[in-house]
């Protein structure tokens, strides 16, 4: 019997890891399922064709299903339905060298301290710019409704810089990142690896603050269905999630980590040089020009619940969009929108043939815990799950 088609749209991203290993090491057969890997431009282009019934499933910015189904960027409202998130971390700010040199001679002990203070230099430059009468500086993240998004405004928030006054905000694909900060169109952004570390070996940009350092467990990627898919074909949805969970285990193995670099190299998946991916994935990334390496763990594909998708952080995302006027969500309704869209029960029933432990509760307070810390099991005991403090040091309840 032949193998059922699910066509998968992703970007060029060390994120995509989990549904191209799924694929290539035979994840997804076992399941029964074949994957039409489905490479895509741009953001847009991957909520337009998934709303739309173009792809069956997606590798998708977790706050994107959440504004698809809500109606939200202009597009007609979609019922979307993430059974599994793909993984934490690998996003970065990245600014030119030229700003980096200025952050430097601005606030030589921000600069020096923990990489999140990198903000209050910035505010000293934008002050200075402003007293000199120089426009402002200019950043881009990758889609408005993005983790990458909420990432840099938090940041710059934390040094009391508005993000809505004291810059200009814009949106650049992954891929072209790094060419539109050589040309100086923009001064710095917010991206997933490999564009970081690109930027770093071409000798045009610094990296001055991590997703790590701003929320380590800020929601990242999320696996995407339209709802009605996902109701129609219950175990279809079931079999995609295990293969992917599988999946992720494999790329989450230090052992594994050279091969998955050698995979994603390829042109038809992120393309670009392995010695950059080896980088990231091994945990010794070259944060600036010249500089030795830095321990620096930055994608955790499955442990720590990497792939559960808790419904605290999808309540959390809505609190955002709401916080920088993308929509209005009251929070006494957020809860619920959240667990609309995020389904840790489908997750659940999903990976119980794996045997694997998972949270019993939907929701955790975040910004609680500096370190990895257990939590209760479905069924008994505990499981782990990784720190969770904001750069701000607040604290945020889903229930409130």
Not at 83 to 103: D, K, Q, W
Not at 159 to 176: E, F, H, M, S, Y
Not at 364 to 380: R, T
Request: some cysteine.
């Amino acid at each position: 019997m032949a193998d059922t088609v699910v066509t998968l749209g992703f970007l060029p991203l060390i994120d995509c890891a989990v549904p191209v290993v799924a694929h290539e090491l035979g994840f997804a057969a076992a399941e029964g399922l074949t994957l039409d890997l489905q490479r895509e431009a741009s953001w847009a282009a991957v909520r337009d064709k998934l709303a739309f019934g173009l792809l069956d499933a997606a590798h998708i910015l977790a706050p994107l299903p959440l504004a698809i189904h809500l109606g939200l960027g202009g597009m007609p409202a979609v019922a979307m339905t993430v059974p599994m998130a793909l993984g934490l971390g690998g996003n970065a700010i990245t600014v030119s060298t030229a700003l980096y040199a200025r952050l430097l001679d601005a606030d030589p002990e921000a600069m020096a301290g923990p990489r999140g203070g990198s903000a209050r230099a910035l505010k000293r430059v934008i002050a200075a710019d402003r007293a000199a009468g120089r426009p402002p500086l200019s950043f881009a993240t990758v889609f408005p409704f993005s983790s990458h998004t909420y990432e840099l405004r938090l940041w710059l928030a934390s040094a009391g810089i508005d993000p809505d006054r004291d810059v200009n905000l814009g949106v650049v694909a992954p891929a072209r990142m790094v060419e539109s900060l050589a040309s100086g169109w923009i001064d710095g952004y917010c991206v997933g690896e490999p564009w970081n570390l690109r930027a770093v070996q071409r000798g045009v940009g610094a990296i001055v603050a991590t997703k790590g350092d701003i929320w380590p467990a800020s929601p990242e990627k999320v696996l995407g269905l339209r709802a009605e898919w996902a109701n129609r074909q219950p175990d279809l949805t079931a079999a995609l999630v295990r293969a992917l969970v599988r999946a992720a285990q494999w790329a989450d193995a230090a052992e594994n980590r050279d091969a998955l670099a050698d995979l994603l190299a390829d042109p038809g998946y992120v393309g670009t040089s392995p010695d950059i991916l080896r980088m990231a994935l091994g945990g010794r990334p070259v944060l600036r020009p010249g500089a030795a390496p830095e321990a620096l763990e930055s994608h955790v594909f499955f442990r720590w619940q990497a792939t559960f998708p808790w419904v605290s952080r999808a309540a959390w995302l809505l609190a955002q969009m709401t916080r920088w006027d993308q929509a209005a969500v009251p929070a006494v309704e957020r809860l619920a929108v959240a667990a609309q869209v995020w389904r840790p029960d489908l997750y659940r029933a999903a990976v119980a043939p794996l045997g694997l432990a998972v949270p019993a509760e939907d929701l955790a307070v975040a910004g609680a815990a500096a370190a990895p810390h257990a939590v209760a099991a479905a069924g008994g005991g505990s499981v782990e799950v990784g720190p969770d403090a904001f750069l701000t040091g607040e604290v945020f309840d889903p229930r409130r």
